[in-house]
């Protein structure tokens, strides 16, 4: 039987981490999953967890009160699901969808942001694996942007 720390080992955001710091996170870690349809969460909610995707997909939108959703991107299987500060308290800056049923692990913040703030290490390892995407997402959000609003 795979276990989650096991599972949690084979996701692409821990490759390369150090067992010391996998079984950091993995104190941290749980699985749950999503029916299609179902918000993983909503914009303004407070993000006090981020999801490694492990099977399934997921929307990235936002949408203005009343408005049709705007996707911006689509998350696969290895990929993950985080706010804008995923180390810090902060709130979610989209809404995030499942499209078809969904398998995550789900990580608490707090839980790892006191870890981090014991271990820099650790502390480092994260934001070094959250900043390329970061960055990456940006890019994508701003091309999809650019694609929207100019065609006028």
């Known amino acids: 039987m795979e276990t989650l720390e096991h599972i949690l080992a084979a996701h692409p955001f821990c490759s390369g981490l150090a067992p010391e710091r996998l079984r950091l996170l993995y104190g941290c870690a749980r699985n749950c999953r999503f029916d299609a349809g179902q918000c993983l969460h909503r914009a303004c909610e407070g993000a006090d967890k981020f999801f490694l995707i492990r099977h399934g997909r997921v929307a990235l939108e936002i949408a203005e009160p009343g408005g049709t959703p705007f996707m911006f991107a689509?998350?696969?299987?290895?990929?993950?699901?985080?706010?804008?500060?995923p180390m810090s308290p902060c709130s979610w800056l989209f809404d995030a969808r499942a499209i078809e049923p969904t398998q995550a692990i789900?990580?608490?913040?707090?839980?790892?942001?006191?870890?981090?703030?014991?271990?820099?290490?650790?502390?480092?390892e994260m934001m070094s694996r959250f900043l390329p995407i970061l960055a990456k997402r940006l890019h994508a959000a701003r091309l999809q942007l650019l694609d929207v609003y100019g065609k006028r």
């Open 106 to 124: 789900s990580i608490d913040t707090a839980c790892l942001r006191g870890k981090c703030e014991r271990d820099y290490r650790l502390g480092y």
């Open 74 to 85: 689509t998350l696969e299987e290895g990929e993950i699901v985080f706010a804008g500060e």
